[in-house]
Structure formats: structure tokens, C-alpha cells
């Protein structure tokens, strides 16, 4: 079965950084796109950034956009999200996802992100 498992959330300081990771299994890794989305208390789902099964193209969020890099490694079957120049707005649970988007129905159980000082 499919399993998406996140990692790397915390606390960090306004401006700072972290780097989530999300280790799939139970598929074949390299022929599917991933995505990151968040949901903030109170708030939608927001699809933070997407990438290609073979990282030829990326997307990103108007509110991410030049902040946050994603990459993946198809050896290790994993999906980063680097996360720079972090704001107190970026604070939510972040969510692993199988697909290009927030429509697919497979997603991990999420990682929390805290920026505050």
C-alpha cells in the first residue's frame, strides 16, 4: 500500500530555515510526481509545490515562490522541500502527496512547521 511518511518539521526563527523530507513506499517512486501542500488552523488546503516525476519541471506557490526549493531523489525513493527565509505565516502542517496537486488521495500524516520567535 501506498505510505508517505514526512519528517523534519519544528520550530525555527522568523528568517530561518528547515528541510522536510517525505519517504515513499508501496509504488514505483520514479514514475509519479509529488507535492507538498500545507494547511494552516483555520485555513484550506494550500498546494506549496509540485515536481515531475523525473524533476523536469516544478511549481510554486505565490507565497513560497523563491523561498522554498523542492527536489527529490528517485534512488532513495524521497522528496525534500527546502524551506529558506522562513515567515510566521508559513506556519502549518505540512503534507506529503502522490500526484501533481492537492486531488490526489494519497497523503502523509504531516509534519508541523513553527515559525515564531
Known amino acids: 500500500q501506498v505510505q508517505l511518511v514526512e519528517s523534519g518539521g519544528g520550530l525555527a526563527q522568523p528568517g530561518g530555515s528547515l528541510r522536510l523530507s517525505c519517504a515513499a513506499s508501496g509504488f514505483t517512486f520514479s514514475r509519479f510526481a509529488m507535492s507538498w501542500a500545507r494547511q494552516a488552523p483555520g485555513k484550506g488546503l494550500e498546494w506549496v509545490s509540485g515536481?515531475?516525476?523525473?524533476?523536469?519541471?516544478?511549481y510554486y506557490g505565490d507565497s513560497v515562490k523563491g523561498r522554498f526549493t523542492i527536489s527529490r531523489d528517485n534512488a532513495k525513493n524521497t522528496v525534500y522541500l527546502q524551506m529558506n527565509s522562513l515567515k510566521p505565516e508559513d506556519t502549518a502542517l505540512y503534507y506529503c502527496?502522490?500526484?501533481?496537486?492537492?486531488?490526489?488521495?494519497?497523503w502523509g500524516q504531516g509534519t508541523q512547521v513553527t515559525v515564531s520567535t
Open positions: 502527496g502522490r500526484g501533481w496537486g492537492t486531488s490526489s488521495g494519497y
Open positions: 515536481i515531475y516525476a523525473d524533476g523536469s519541471l516544478t
